[in-house]
């Protein structure tokens, strides 16, 4: 687990997590998982279209995420 991710989802944050948190965990979690804080150019675009997919399904995950006892903002 990547400790330095921290929870995107209320109770933890009580606001709605903004486009750059959540960018900035799926960084974290593509330079864990790869094991690279910076990959080679022969990398960048593989490690790059990696985080953007990990973003974009973290987004939709707290999007649809049903918390108990907690209103939904519309």
């Known amino acids: 687990m990547c400790r330095s991710i921290k929870t995107l989802r209320p109770p933890a944050q009580p606001d709605e997590a903004t486009e750059e948190e959540i960018r900035a965990a799926a960084l974290q979690y593509v330079r864990k998982v790869s094991g690279f804080r910076a990959p080679a150019a022969h ?4 490690f790059d279209r990696a985080v953007e997919v990990i973003a974009v399904a973290t987004a939709e995950l ?13």
């Not at 707290?62 to 519309?74: H, T």
């Open 43 to 46: 990398n960048r675009e593989v």
């Open 62 to 74: 707290l999007a649809d995420l049903e918390i108990r006892g907690a209103s939904r903002g519309a």
